[in-house]
């Protein structure tokens, strides 16, 4: 017969991925931690040429509009986007973390009104939330959270800054395992640590450079997160003060949810979105 060369698959033997088998947690973990340690594509030097023809603007060296921590935060380009409740004007921005080892991502800043020179601007600093976002999951409050600070901006003036920071940072597949392990009994935080992954590894540099871009001197901050509060005040954004998100469409399959970031995570909630009637009712 002929020989299997070394390292080959026997073909008599079925195919199964290295996390196949074991428990459900340990088949999870395995394949967050690939997902978490997979490294960052190498990035193109500027001028190289691209297997593409003609130009792409997303691909075009921006121009730089500030480095706070480290990081750097370019600019692509403004528009004026048309949309259901208005024409916002959104500026497109390329940024890169501190220490370079991440990804680059393309936050962008939706504005209503003139922000230049203002002082205690509201500001939203939202985290992108596919799975509400775009496919309408009921398992967040991050699509209503959204809706609320557009039609503030738009009534107050203000800014919306979108990060493409999906899961508290930890990335869009790596949620959808967390998900699978909450449907087991684990709560949000509880997933992320079973999976080997951080509560939250959001990064806040962008906003820091963004709000320099736009000359804000000063925001109230549109939140109920202190953390977020923290880590703009060290990264040196004046904050005078902070307008609550109070979500009143609250559900059954959110209600854990809200419960653990207001338990574990220090969210400032005052009860408004309670889902249940405790009263019997």
């Given at each position: 017969?002929?020989?299997?060369?070394?390292?080959?698959?026997?073909?008599?033997?079925?195919?199964?991925p290295?996390?196949?088998?074991?428990?459900?947690?340990?088949?999870?973990r395995?394949?967050?931690?690939?997902?978490?340690?997979?490294?960052?594509?190498?990035?193109?030097?500027a001028g190289?040429?691209?297997?593409?023809?003609?130009?792409?603007?997303l691909?075009?060296?921006?121009?730089?509009?500030?480095?706070?921590?480290?990081?750097?935060?370019?600019?692509?380009?403004v528009?004026?986007?048309p949309?259901?409740?208005?024409?916002?004007?959104?500026?497109?921005?390329?940024?890169?973390?501190?220490?370079?080892?991440?990804?680059?991502s393309?936050?962008?800043?939706?504005?209503?009104?003139?922000?230049?020179?203002?002082?205690?601007?509201?500001?939203?600093?939202?985290?992108?939330?596919?799975?509400?976002?775009?496919?309408?999951?009921?398992?967040?409050?991050?699509?209503?959270?959204?809706?609320?600070?557009?039609?503030?901006?738009?009534?107050?003036?203000g800014?919306?800054?979108?990060?493409?920071?999906?899961?508290?940072?930890?990335?869009?597949?790596n949620?959808?395992?967390?998900?699978?392990?909450?449907e087991?009994?684990l709560?949000?935080?509880?997933?992320?640590?079973?999976l080997?992954l951080?509560?939250?590894?959001?990064?806040?540099?962008?906003?820091?450079?963004?709000?320099?871009?736009?000359?804000?001197?000063?925001?109230?901050?549109m939140?109920?997160?202190?953390?977020?509060?923290?880590?703009?005040?060290?990264?040196?954004?004046?904050?005078?003060?902070r307008?609550?998100?109070?979500?009143?469409?609250?559900?059954e399959h959110?209600?854990?949810?809200?419960?653990?970031?207001?338990?574990?995570?220090?969210?400032?909630?005052d009860?408004?979105?309670?889902?249940?009637?405790?009263?019997?009712?």
């Amino acid at each position: 017969p002929r020989r299997r060369a070394l390292g080959a698959p026997d073909p008599h033997t079925p195919w199964r991925p290295l996390w196949a088998g074991g428990s459900p947690v340990g088949r999870a973990r395995a394949m967050a931690a690939m997902a978490w340690r997979r490294p960052a594509p190498p990035r193109r030097a500027a001028g190289t040429a691209r297997a593409v023809p003609g130009p792409s603007p997303l691909e075009s060296e921006g121009s730089p509009v500030g480095a706070a921590g480290g990081s750097r935060t370019e600019t692509v380009a403004v528009t004026l986007l048309p949309t259901h409740r208005g024409a916002y004007k959104v500026h497109g921005y390329r940024h890169t973390p501190p220490g370079g080892d991440a990804a680059a991502s393309e936050p962008v800043a939706v504005v209503w009104g003139e922000v230049e020179g203002q002082e205690g601007l509201p500001v939203r600093v939202h985290d992108a939330c596919f799975t509400s976002e775009v496919l309408g999951s009921l398992k967040c409050d991050c699509a209503e959270q959204l809706a609320l600070a557009l039609d503030y901006v738009k009534e107050h003036n203000g800014v919306v800054i979108y990060l493409q920071q999906e899961g508290r940072g930890i990335g869009l597949a790596n949620k959808i395992a967390a998900y699978a392990l909450q449907e087991q009994g684990l709560d949000t935080v509880d997933a992320n640590r079973a999976l080997g992954l951080p509560d939250d590894v959001r990064e806040y540099t962008a906003v820091k450079n963004i709000l320099d871009d736009l000359g804000v001197k000063s925001i109230r901050l549109m939140t109920n997160n202190p953390r977020k509060i923290q880590e703009l005040t060290l990264l040196g954004v004046r904050i005078d003060g902070r307008i609550p998100l109070m979500v009143q469409e609250v559900n059954e399959h959110n209600q854990e949810y809200l419960a653990t970031k207001g338990r574990r995570m220090e969210h400032d909630f005052d009860g408004e979105w309670c889902y249940w009637n405790h009263e019997g009712g």
